[in-house]
T-cell receptor
Framework: DGGITQSPKYLFRKEGQNVTLSCEQN?????MYWYRQDPGQGLRLIYY???????QKGDIAEGYSVSREKKESFPLTVTSAQKNPTAFYLC?????????????FGSGTRLTVV | GQNIDQPTEMTATEGAIVQINCTYQ??????LFWYQQHAGEAPTFLSY????GLEEKGRFSSFLSRSKGYSYLLLKELQMKDSASYLC??????????FGDGTTLTVKP
């Protein structure tokens, strides 16, 4: 079955560490996205990629980095420069224009700073 | 800038009908989506509107008025499992979606 897989489900980070969240899809979607969700709030866009080897900053890109070396994969690195990284991170994919069927989301990674 | 407004919380009774409103002001419009999100889970796609009017899909319907920057999600014959957050999202240029903060719906017996 086609889908989008995020790992790990839970992640704990010490102060000053970089951590990488994995996102893999086998839906043959061109576009992939990373969103952050804080309690009681909506989704805020971190980075997105419409095509391999290209990506754009979203609304809250500071302290994060991404790569898109393969169509199937869009990993997100949370760097030590991100001062408040504790949140629920959601990866999504879609056809390039993202219409008609919306986004398909992964099950999310819950990151906690300890 | 982008601005999407939804009520924070709503409560309704099992078997009833509830309407969740969404107003938006965005630079660029390529359609409006509604998603359902149960606590601790990922959002799932419910509906998509790009032209004015009503789209019906089973117990759920969604309406759009582009001139008013307004949409609503209508849930009929409410069930306990409909208790969730409902997210309104506007697809702007280049396939990027901006989300509202979501409306938490509680269905009571």
């Amino acid at each position: 079955d086609g889908g989008i897989t995020q790992s790990p489900k839970y992640l704990f980070r010490k102060e000053g560490q970089n951590v990488t969240l994995s996102c893999e899809q086998n839906l043959n979607h061109d576009a992939m996205y990373w969103y952050r969700q804080d309690p009681g709030q909506g989704l805020r866009l971190i980075y997105y990629s419409q095509i391999v080897n290209d990506f754009q900053k979203g609304d809250i890109a500071e302290g994060y980095s991404v790569s898109r070396e393969k169509k199937e994969s869009f990993p997100l690195t949370v760097t030590s420069a991100q001062k408040n990284p504790t949140a629920f991170y959601l990866c999504a994919s879609s056809t390039r224009d993202g219409v008609n069927y919306g986004y398909t989301f992964g099950s999310g990674t819950r990151l906690t700073v300890v | 800038g982008q601005n999407i407004d939804q009520p924070t919380e709503m409560t309704a009774t099992e078997g009833a009908i509830v309407q969740i409103n969404c107003t938006y002001q965005t630079s660029g419009f390529n359609g409006l989506f509604w998603y359902q999100q149960h606590a601790g889970e990922a959002p799932t796609f419910l509906s998509y509107n790009v032209l004015d009017g009503l789209e019906e899909k089973g117990r759920f319907s969604s309406f759009l008025s582009r001139s008013k920057g307004y949409s609503y999600l209508l849930l009929k014959e409410l069930q306990m499992k409909d208790s969730a957050s409902y997210l309104c999202a506007v697809n702007t240029n280049a396939g990027k979606s901006t989300f509202g903060d979501g409306t938490t719906l509680t269905v009571k017996p």
